[in-house]
């Protein structure tokens, strides 16, 4: 089927060769500059070892683990106005999974020393399991993915030994970024991070951030091509995206209050850094001021039946859910771990040029699969259309 991705118009191959061109020079940057000196042109440091490729990683796995929010109404409770978006939900998935994949390949300064998870396997390491998890939703969902496109493209009903594949990806979904909190939930020498709530605020954040974009490449689709889901799925997103950011700031609150009501210096400082400053290091305060304004504009607006039922509106009202989750999870959150460090200094960290072409070329990766694998699900769908009316 890949075939009907090769095929399209002006605009399509456009945006393919933007795509394509961003992707080269961030491997260029790549090969030229990070694989030949090491990380030395990040802005990593001994005291922050985690950075912007990391905390990327967090964030894409969230995107990866909401496709169960279109998954589970479908398959289990047979809400058949998710039909024509939950395989969009799917390739999602895949995307970001294997742009999972990519930043944590980059972020290792001897990269094929990957194999080494592999080839001496420690059940007792977080990382090995995240890997287990990470790889084996890549082959579900592939798996799914192509069992049910094909499917389609016959016109038959997919197999009946797909639906426990589907059935075991929905608690695989929860899995991945369960234990990716674990992997920062574990570490006892970083307060910011030892709650037992950092699973499910994550989950929280990644059903609010799927949805919410999923709400948006549905409606670019509509507008740039024939493809319309309906009204009625994009409308059920949104309150799944609503109530999934409500209950995301929840939790953010109940760890602002403990840590200030409890007074602990310690799980305080980093609270401080982010939103007020220390010492005048105040590298993101604007950035975290700017995710409060944008979370709390985006519940004003999806709890609103007005404004969630007016489509700009709500293109508005997902854009800063995306942003403001991508300002947390995507940018602050793992480097306030580490400022102060355990001797109580702070290291500002600022991402580097490399950093960021780089980390946009796997951004790009990540927007030509879907780029094509939409191509193909929209071309195989306009096939039957076309072959119905015959």
Same mark, same amino acid.
């Given at each position: 089927?890949?075939?009907?991705?090769?095929?399209?118009?002006? @605009? *399509?191959?456009?945006?393919?060769?933007?795509?394509?061109?961003?992707?080269?020079?961030?491997?260029?940057?790549?090969?030229?500059? @990070?694989?030949?000196? &090491?990380?030395?042109?990040?802005?990593?440091?001994?005291?922050?070892?985690?950075?912007?490729?990391?905390?990327?990683?967090?964030?894409?796995?969230?995107?990866?683990?909401?496709?169960?929010?279109?998954?589970?109404?479908? *398959?289990? =409770?047979?809400?058949?106005?998710?039909?024509?978006?939950?395989? $969009?939900?799917?390739?999602?998935?895949?995307?970001?999974?294997?742009?999972?994949?990519?930043?944590?390949?980059?972020?290792?300064? @001897?990269?094929?020393?990957?194999? +080494?998870?592999?080839? *001496?396997?420690?059940?007792?390491?977080?990382?090995?399991?995240?890997?287990?998890?990470?790889? &084996?939703?890549?082959?579900?969902?592939?798996?799914?993915?192509?069992?049910?496109?094909?499917?389609?493209?016959?016109?038959?009903?997919?197999?009946?030994?797909?639906?426990?594949?589907?059935?075991?990806?929905?608690?695989?979904?929860?899995?991945? =970024?369960?234990?990716?909190?674990?992997?920062?939930?574990? $570490?006892?020498?970083?307060?910011?991070?030892?709650?037992?709530? $950092?699973?499910?605020?994550?989950?929280?954040?990644?059903?609010?951030?799927?949805?919410?974009?999923?709400? #948006? $490449? !549905?409606?670019?689709?509509?507008?740039?091509?024939?493809?319309?889901?309906?009204?009625?799925? !994009?409308?059920?997103?949104?309150?799944?995206?609503?109530?999934?950011?409500?209950? +995301?700031?929840f939790f953010v609150l109940m760890e602002v209050f403990t840590a200030i009501y409890s007074n602990i210096p310690e799980h305080m400082?980093?609270?401080? *850094?982010?939103?007020?400053?220390?010492?005048? =290091?105040?590298?993101?305060?604007?950035?975290?001021?700017?995710?409060?304004?944008?979370?709390?504009?985006?519940?004003?607006?999806?709890? +609103?039946?007005?404004?969630?039922?007016?489509?700009?509106?709500?293109?508005?009202?997902?854009?800063?859910?995306?942003?403001?989750?991508?300002?947390?999870?995507?940018?602050?959150?793992?480097?306030?771990?580490?400022?102060?460090?355990? #001797?109580?200094?702070?290291?500002?960290?600022?991402?580097?040029?490399?950093?960021?072409?780089?980390?946009?070329?796997?951004?790009?990766?990540?927007?030509?699969?879907?780029?094509?694998?939409?191509?193909?699900?929209?071309?195989?769908? =306009? @096939?039957?259309?076309?072959?119905?009316?015959?």
């Amino acid at each position: 089927m890949i075939e009907k991705a090769l095929s399209g118009n002006k @605009q *399509y191959w456009g945006w393919i060769a933007l795509l394509v061109t961003t992707i080269a020079v961030a491997a260029y940057t790549y090969i030229r500059y @990070q694989y030949q000196i &090491g990380l030395g042109i990040t802005g990593l440091s001994r005291d922050v070892t985690w950075g912007f490729y990391i905390a990327q990683f967090t964030f894409m796995v969230g995107v990866a683990a909401s496709a169960v929010m279109v998954v589970l109404p479908y *398959y289990l =409770h047979n809400y058949k106005e998710f039909g024509k978006i939950t395989i $969009l939900g799917e390739f999602i998935a895949v995307a970001s999974v294997i742009m999972c994949m990519t930043f944590i390949f980059v972020d290792m300064g @001897q990269p094929f020393r990957i194999t +080494n998870v592999f080839l *001496y396997p420690s059940p007792h390491s977080l990382m090995f399991w995240d890997t287990v998890v990470l790889f &084996g939703y890549l082959v579900l969902n592939v798996l799914i993915s192509r069992v049910t496109l094909t499917a389609e493209r016959k016109g038959i009903a997919p197999p009946g030994w797909i639906k426990p594949i589907i059935i075991l990806s929905i608690p695989w979904a929860f899995s991945i =970024h369960t234990v990716t909190a674990f992997l920062y939930s574990g $570490l006892a020498a970083r307060p910011f991070w030892l709650t037992a709530i $950092l699973a499910p605020r994550f989950l929280a954040s990644a059903f609010a951030t799927g949805p919410a974009l999923l709400i #948006l $490449l !549905v409606l670019i689709l509509r507008k740039f091509t024939k493809f319309d889901a309906g009204r009625e799925p !994009v409308q059920k997103l949104a309150i799944i995206a609503t109530y999934a950011m409500a209950v +995301n700031v929840f939790f953010v609150l109940m760890e602002v209050f403990t840590a200030i009501y409890s007074n602990i210096p310690e799980h305080m400082a980093h609270f401080q *850094y982010l939103f007020v400053g220390i010492e005048g =290091h105040a590298t993101y305060v604007g950035w975290m001021w700017t995710s409060v304004i944008l979370a709390v504009v985006s519940l004003i607006l999806l709890f +609103n039946p007005k404004t969630r039922r007016n489509e700009s509106i709500l293109v508005v009202a997902c854009i800063a859910v995306v942003l403001s989750l991508w300002i947390d999870k995507g940018l602050a959150m793992v480097i306030a771990g580490f400022v102060p460090t355990v #001797l109580g200094h702070v290291v500002d960290y600022i991402p580097t040029l490399p950093e960021l072409l780089i980390s946009l070329g796997i951004y790009a990766m990540g927007a030509l699969l879907v780029t094509v694998f939409y191509k193909m699900t929209l071309s195989v769908r =306009h @096939q039957l259309r076309t072959e119905g009316y015959k």
